[in-house]
């Protein structure tokens, strides 16, 4: 079954609105979640770790003010789009890194959000 | 720099057994991972790789020459499901996931 879930899958915003989007590891304790974006047919973008109790670490060219990221327990992780603008429409994905037993440390992926700035 | 080579795209049969490769060039190495990316979905992990040779895990294997710097994903008894997009990501120094954009598989009856 998950073991990342995502909140919500879907939106559609306004220009100039903040939108935040949930990502919860279920049963499983995750001092790293991952936050990806992802252009239609393109990579997985890494734009930050996450780690639990301390300040997020953004990749090169992702803004910190734009997209606030807090990891207030181990396992919940919360990215929001400040001042939405429709640029930032996006597949939004989260990951939380896992060790389930007789297995390496792995990335394991939420649904991901759809978001849709208007 | 960092790189990952895989197809963009290929197409198989139903039934039939397909072989994606994959070459990368990462500033250190700490294993390999595949993930299956089906349309408007967020990646699932399939498998991990960190010594050489091939990992068998059902219908899909997934091999790793380090030396070579290639691995492969090999798909047997194809079915419709597994038309997706497949990443192969190596983890590098850093435990960071390098992505590359995957290869789109489609699968005919």
């Known amino acids: 079954g998950a073991v990342v879930s995502q909140h919500p899958s879907r939106v559609i915003c306004k220009s100039g609105t903040s939108v935040k989007i949930e990502c919860r590891s279920l049963?499983?304790?995750?001092?790293?979640m991952f936050w990806y974006r992802q252009f239609p047919k393109k990579s997985l973008m890494l734009m930050a770790t996450?780690?639990?109790?301390?300040?997020?670490?953004?990749e090169q060219g992702v803004e910190k003010d734009k997209f606030l990221i807090n990891h207030a327990s181990l396992t919940l992780s919360t990215l929001t789009v400040t001042s939405a603008h429709p640029e930032d429409s996006s597949f939004y994905i989260c990951?939380?890194?896992?060790?389930?037993?007789?297995?390496?440390?792995?990335?394991?992926f939420g649904p991901g959000t759809r978001l849709t700035v208007l | 720099g960092q790189n990952i080579d895989q197809p963009t795209e290929m197409t198989a049969t139903e039934g039939a057994i397909v072989q994606i490769n994959c070459t990368y060039q990462?500033?250190?190495?700490?294993?390999l991972f595949w993930y299956q990316q089906h349309a408007g979905e967020a990646p699932t992990f399939l498998s991990y790789n960190v010594l050489d040779g091939l990992e068998e895990k059902g219908r899909f294997s997934s091999f790793l020459s380090r030396s070579k710097g290639y691995s492969y994903l090999l798909l047997k008894e194809l079915q419709m499901k597994d038309s997706a997009s497949y990443l192969c990501?190596?983890?590098?120094?850093?435990?960071?996931?390098?992505w590359g954009a995957g290869t789109k598989l489609i699968i005919k009856p």
């Open positions: 990951s939380a890194k896992i060790l389930l037993a007789g297995e390496v440390d792995t990335q394991y």
């Open positions: 049963d499983f304790q995750a001092t790293t």
């Open positions: 990501a190596p983890m590098d120094s850093n435990y960071q996931l390098i």
């Open positions: 990462t500033s250190g190495f700490n294993g």
């Open positions: 996450s780690n639990e109790g301390s300040k997020a670490t953004y």
